[in-house]
Every structure is written in C-alpha cells, then in structure tokens.
C-alpha cells in the first residue's frame, strides 16, 4: 500500500497542472473601434481605441503599457488624446529595429504607459474604457493596404494581452464591361458583365462587395433571371463575372437591353467605365454572325500586280469576341510558285467588323496559259456563310501577251505603224523644196529657148 502512495500523489499532481493549464487566463483586452478602413491618399484616418479585461476580478490593476506601431512610408501621425488617469510621460516614436509586433512592414511605433501602484487602474465603473484616440494621414501615394497594429510593452500581474490591427486599405477603381454582350432566349445563351478592379485586391483588405444597379426595356424575372444588385470580389483576385441567364418565353419580342450601373460606396472609386449594356434576343432572333468574303479586283496580270487585297467581313450586332474564319482554296494556280501559301484560318479581331487578307503573287518567266485561284470560307458552326462565301481570281500570263509570235487570239493585236506630225512636216518640206528646184529649172530652160 505504501508502494501506491506515490503514484497516487503523482496522478493528482498531473491532473491538478492539467486543469491549471485549461483554466482561461485573464487578459487585458485593446481593440480599435474600427478594424477595416478603405481610404483615398491623403486623408485623415480616425484611430480609437477600447480597453478591458476578460475577468471582473482584473478590472483594477497596476496599469498597461502600449506600443502603437505604423508603416511610416504610407502613414504620418497628426494628433493623439489619451486617457488620462495615471498617464505616464508618452515615449517619442521610435525605429522598430526589433519587429516588436512581428510585422515587418510597420517600421516606427511610440510607447503609452499608465502606472498605478496602488492597482487601482483604471478606476470603478470605467470599463469598457476609451483608452486612445489618434489621428493618421495617408501619404499622397499611398497604394494597396497598410496597417496600425498595437503590441503590450507591460501588462498587469498574471494577464495577456489581446488586440486586432486596424488595417487601411487604398479605395481600388471599379470599372465594368460587357465581355458578351449579346444574350439570345434560345439554348439559354447567355451574356456576361465583368466588374474588375485596377490592381488586385490586397489579402488583408478581404473580400469587396461591389453594388450596381440593373435598368433595360428587359424585366426581371420574366426576360431574364433577376441579379442580387451585388457582386463579390475575394480578397486577392482582381475581377469577377455576372451572368445575364435569359428565360424563354412563347412570345415573339424585338431586341431588349439591360444595363448595370455600378453605385457608389465609401470602400471604392468608380472608373469612367462605370456602366455596361447587354442586347437581350427573342428566341426566333439567330445571335450568330454573318461572314462574307470581297475582293479589291478580280483579275491581275503577272509581273504588273505583286498582291490583290481580299476583304473578310462579319455582320453582326455583337463584335465584342473575336470571330475565327476558316479558309479553303483551289484552282490551276500553283501555291509557291504563282502565289504565296495562305493561312487555314483568319481572325477578325474583337470590337471589329472585318479584317484584310492579301494574297501575294509571284512573277515567274514562264510562258504558260492564264490561271485561277479560288478562295472559300469553310462553314464553321461560330458563323453562318453569306452568299459572297468565295472569290475567283484570274492571274493572267505577262509572257504570253509580250510574245507577238503568238496567234492574236493568245497575244495582244501588234499595233500599225503611223506617221508622226514631225515626219509629215519633214515630208512636206521636201515637197516644196523639190516644187522650187523644178519651177527654177522649167524657167532656166524657157530662157535659152528666147
């Protein structure tokens, strides 16, 4: 029996430190009123702060001491008020060379202390206590987030110490577009708006809740599915998606629009880009583009012409997307040898209505019959093909219409030799000058005759 004795004691000692230990110590407690702040540059940021204790027998105590702690390169101090019961001389800012609140980013901070040695701080009745109230501009390039954060220099027998930062975050630009703006009833087709911010959004600013306002001929619930009126952005990402759903109805209807018009909000600054509009379609309305293909000429003759401009074109109400048209060709000219290999495909680019394709031609020294090249647009299921879906273009022979050898129905028709004025002129000269020598010579000859 006395062999258990001590390992009877042993057990109770174990359990009596495990209780110990899971007992809730308790603690002094400084919180700012405000732990979120979105601000613009150069702006005064309000800082108050709010003490007291987990435990009513920790009410009164010998004091605290307290370091506030700031990132100088965003943030400048403008004026402090603290309690003042038991106030002790308050410490100048200082370097934090040591990372006192283990923040890295906050550079500077300064010391508050209130003592009392009678442990009677901060009297009856005073909890919970406006402790400190300060005053913080925002720098002129003040960007992203930044954070006040507080640590204790000294606490009160046998307490912690708990707090929050404040964190003040740059008011991000909003901005909203319309990256389908185009919704068609049948299969659902949808459209979409993006809201998105002009930098991504800081981790510690969390999530940003952004709010617009839906208008349009279309109505809710009935058109389309209804939109909440807000959007979120997490913390950390820059932009965010809304989905125009449409409804299908039995009616057939003309195009209807809707519009979102972001609102203002002390946590952000609207861009100019602060309104988007979709086109809502009936159902019998098909959204697909119309494409078409044109050319500048339809004959070029070798050597004379070195390319030919060939037009692609799409009708449709939407260009908000880039349009992918695939090509085809055929004909007797030869790829690489009477013109230049064309691409399988062209894009005509977002917010465009055609692009250019040219076609380069080659001069070779061949004698040869005229030839063709015929340009297809494939059918794709992107797009619908208009009737202007292909171009034949002649390339005509140079060599063949220099060789005069050749018969006149292959080469050109050899032009006739004709006088010049210059010519005539000297003609006539002559005529009149031999028309002198012979009067002259008639008379010479009727004179020896008298």
């Known amino acids: 029996m006395n062999k258990l004795k001590p390992l009877w004691w042993l057990f109770a000692s174990v359990v009596w430190l495990v209780l110990m ?52 390169n965003t943030l400048e101090r403008v004026s402090q008020t603290a309690y003042s019961h038991q106030l002790q001389p308050i410490g100048a800012i200082s370097p934090d060379t040591q990372n006192l609140d283990g923040d890295l980013a906050t550079d500077h901070y300064w010391v508050l202390a209130w003592v009392d040695r009678d442990a009677n701080w901060p009297g009856v009745g005073q909890l919970p206590l406006n402790l400190f109230s300060s005053q913080f501009r925002t720098k002129a390039d003040f960007t992203g987030a930044t954070a006040i954060r507080f640590s204790a220099s000294a606490t009160a027998q046998a307490t912690q110490f708990q707090t929050s930062p404040l964190i003040i975050c740059a008011k991000p630009l909003v901005s909203i577009t319309a990256t389908d703006a185009l919704a068609n009833e049948k299969a659902a087709n949808t459209a979409s708006f993006q809201v998105s911010l002009a930098t991504p959004l800081p981790t510690a600013c969390g999530a940003l809740n952004i709010n617009y306002q839906v208008s349009g001929t279309a109505i809710a619930g009935s058109d389309y599915v209804a939109l909440s009126g807000t959007v979120i952005i997490p913390a950390g990402s820059q932009q965010v998606d809304i989905v125009l759903t449409p409804l299908v109805d039995t009616q057939i209807e003309a195009d209807e629009t809707v ?169 006539i000269v002559g005529f009149a000058l031999l028309a002198c020598i012979h009067l002259r010579l008639g008379q010479g000859q009727l004179g020896a005759k008298s």
């Open 21 to 72: 230990a899971t007992q809730t110590q308790a603690a002094q407690v400084v919180q700012p009123t405000l732990t979120l702040v979105f601000a613009d540059p150069q702006v005064i940021i309000p800082v108050n702060l709010r003490y007291t204790v987990t435990t009513p027998d920790t009410e009164n105590s010998t004091g605290l001491g307290l370091r506030v702690h700031y990132n100088s």
């Open 259 to 427: 519009s979102l018009s972001l609102q203002a909000n002390d946590h952000y600054q609207l861009a100019s880009q602060s309104q988007a509009n979709v086109t809502l379609q009936d159902a019998s309305v098909d959204a697909l583009p119309t494409v078409l293909l044109t050319s500048a000429k339809l004959q070029v003759l070798e050597g004379s012409d070195t390319s030919v401009k060939l037009t692609i074109a799409r009708q449709a109400k939407d260009l908000s997307l880039g349009l992918t048209v695939a090509l085809q060709t055929a004909g007797s000219a030869s790829v690489g040898q009477d013109y230049q290999a064309l691409p399988s495909s062209l894009i005509i680019p977002a917010g465009q209505a055609h692009s250019s394709l040219v076609v380069n031609l080659f001069n070779d020294s061949l004698q040869e019959q005229d030839e063709t090249l015929k340009i297809n647009l494939s059918a794709q299921t992107a797009y619908h093909l208009s009737e202007l879906n292909a171009v034949e273009l002649l390339l005509l022979d140079d060599e063949s219409r220099l060789n005069t050898n050749l018969p006149l129905n292959q080469a050109q028709t050899p032009s006739i030799p004709t006088l010049s004025e210059s010519m005539l002129l000297l003609l």
